[in-house]
């Protein structure tokens, strides 16, 4: 017997074409290939649209600091003549206290030009919070959809807040327990409104993200006289640094090495309804970086507009642990109390800073705001309630869900990196999964391959042997 | 509060997918607990908590469940300060002082509540 969740899902591609106006089918070129600027671009506006579309919105034109005081303290552990200079785009600056804003002010102003009624989005993240405000600015409706509490009905104290900030905002709030069928519920609330679906993964939100690489790479010109070396973005589903980097090359910044980086929380499985309260992120994290990054277009969109393997030069993980430490750092030294997702790039960029030579300048692209729920204290308040043990010593001892190690002293903080190289073949298998059985590869295929992993034909082929053999 | 009355803001508990009807691979712990939902809006009815209700959102949408609060808060907090987080303000700050004035070439400063300079110094 055909489930309610059967039922809705049978009709998934109907739903969204409707909800997001847009067809995605004329962008595919085989069963493995989509032609993705093409997607990109279809929206029809320029760089320049969208920055006028975000300074109407409110959006955008963030202070781009340099943070001396930490920059000397990495130079006081650093080998002689390393110490890269560091800044810190504080994105919390925008309207609702996120870079999600940018990707919310360009969809909310596509939704109510194409005279949708109102909006719905799928986040238990700073997009709910962003949508619904600019949701309020342009008088339409708008549901969140949250994954907010265990079964237990206990409720992850920064996602309630985001509940709290939606609702404030006039929001709809549907709150759930644990579980992808949320999905299957965001369909089913868009069937039955025919509101416009804000995806996260749309062309508009990740086009909206380009202007965050745009600033950065001129304001950077205006105080150093050049790019900056180095760009790190806090990864989870791939859009912060899809976006920013694409801004980056938009603005000529095509030396820049772009480093995400995520809050290593291996071993913790992200539909289950025990590890949910023991996480103590809810974003930023590898739970949502690798698996997003490895097969993009399992999000709500039938092509993710996210493809972060293009343009990631290095990942990097950090611990739970050291991001609590370097949040209460970043309090107490440059006077910026800001949320853990934003310090999730900043704890990456003081271990990268430190192996950089001086003239280096590494850029921590986004901050967010912190609040009750969503401050460190309330998340490791929370994590010893759920039986997690928070201690201080070394942060390489840390376990996700099991034991928060706070470093002792700022040394400690070692970010590791993460094998890209198995990532791009995870990425050309997961390709090969999701096309019909026994399709076989065209050199088109293995063009879009290359370019989606930013690896080379010889690569993408020595993986698709080794995936026949086995 | 467990009455609500026509026109409260009140919150419903529905059960949105049994158990048996939820997605496949998930694990055990969770594909063995129905999936909930949690809305709010104004009560079109009188009721009592765990009594089935009908709400309209603040959209206007029209949801039946079980009433679970009336005029639900928030009751986020920060909480205490975190005794492995206190020390860290300070002994950062020594030690940027500490840094600065063996850069500049003077002595390492007495003790940690010296207050580190507010703009770098030479790099």
């Known amino acids: ?470 | 509060m467990d009455r609500a009355r026509e026109g409260d803001w009140v919150e419903v508990e529905v059960k949105l997918l049994d158990p048996a009807d939820r997605s496949t691979n998930l694990p055990p712990e969770t594909a063995e607990k129905p999936l909930m939902m949690w809305v709010k809006g104004f009560a079109e009815g009188g009721a009592v908590l765990g009594e089935e209700l009908t709400i309209a959102t603040i959209t206007g949408r029209r949801v039946s469940g079980a009433l679970s609060a009336v005029n639900p808060g928030y009751y986020i907090t920060y909480g205490r300060p975190v005794p492995e987080l206190t020390h860290v303000g300070r002994d950062l700050r020594a030690q940027l002082a500490a840094y600065r004035a063996a850069e500049a070439g003077g002595a390492a400063p007495a003790g940690p509540s010296d207050e580190a300079p507010a703009e770098g110094g030479e790099r």
């Open chain 1, 1 to 470: 017997m055909a489930t309610r969740f059967d039922a809705i899902m049978a009709r998934r591609g109907e739903i969204m074409r409707r909800a997001l106006g847009m067809d995605y089918s004329e962008f595919e070129i085989s069963p493995v290939a989509f032609d993705y600027e093409r997607m990109m671009g279809a929206h029809g506006y320029s760089l320049d649209d969208i920055v006028a579309i975000q300074r109407r919105a409110g959006v955008g034109d963030t202070p781009l600091l340099e943070l001396r005081n930490l920059t000397d303290l990495v130079r006081s552990v650093s080998a002689p003549g390393n110490g890269a200079r560091i800044f810190v785009k504080d994105e919390a600056a925008n309207l609702a206290g996120a870079f999600k804003d940018r990707r919310a002010g360009v969809s909310i102003h596509v939704a109510r030009e194409k005279g949708y009624e109102g909006v719905i989005a799928a986040t238990s993240g700073n997009y709910g919070a962003a949508v619904a405000s600019q949701a309020a600015r342009n008088g339409l409706k708008c549901i969140i959809v949250q994954e907010t509490f265990d079964s237990r009905h206990v409720g992850q104290p920064e996602i309630v807040e985001k509940g709290r900030v939606c609702e404030a905002y006039g929001a709809e709030v549907v709150q759930l327990t644990v579980g992808p069928e949320l999905f299957f519920h965001m369909v089913e609330l868009l069937d039955a409104t025919g509101y416009f679906a804000a995806s996260l993964y749309s062309s508009f939100g990740v086009s909206g993200i380009e202007t965050l690489g745009l600033e950065i790479a001129r304001e950077m010109e205006r105080l150093t006289g050049a790019p900056p070396t180095h760009v790190v973005v806090t990864h989870a589903g791939g859009g912060n640094t899809t976006g920013t980097a694409r801004g980056l090359r938009r603005a000529g910044a095509s030396g820049t090495e772009i480093v995400s980086a995520s809050v290593d929380l291996s071993g913790l499985h992200m539909a289950s309804d025990d590890d949910f309260n023991r996480k103590s992120f809810t974003t930023g994290h590898t739970g949502f970086g690798v698996p997003f990054a490895t097969w993009p277009d399992r999000a709500d969109v039938p092509r993710n507009a996210a493809r972060p393997l293009r343009y990631i030069d290095r990942y990097l993980t950090v611990t739970q642990g050291e991001v609590f430490y370097m949040t209460e750092a970043m309090a107490k030294l440059e006077g910026l109390e800001r949320g853990p997702a934003g310090n999730t790039a900043m704890t990456a960029a003081v271990s990268l800073a430190r192996d950089l030579p001086r003239d280096a300048t590494v850029v921590v692209q986004e901050t967010e705001y912190t609040g009750a729920g969503k401050h460190h204290w309330s998340q490791l308040n929370f994590a010893r309630e759920m039986g997690v043990e928070v201690r201080a010593g070394d942060p390489a001892d840390n376990v996700p869900g099991k034991a928060i190690v706070i470093p002792e002293r700022l040394e400690q903080i070692r970010a590791r990196d993460f094998d890209l190289a198995r990532m791009r073949r995870s990425y050309v298998r997961n390709a090969l999964r999701n096309a019909p059985e026994g399709y076989e590869p065209t050199p088109a295929d293995i063009e879009f391959l290359a370019a989606d992993t930013n690896s080379d034909r010889e690569a993408v082929e020595a993986t698709l042997a080794a995936l026949k053999e086995a």
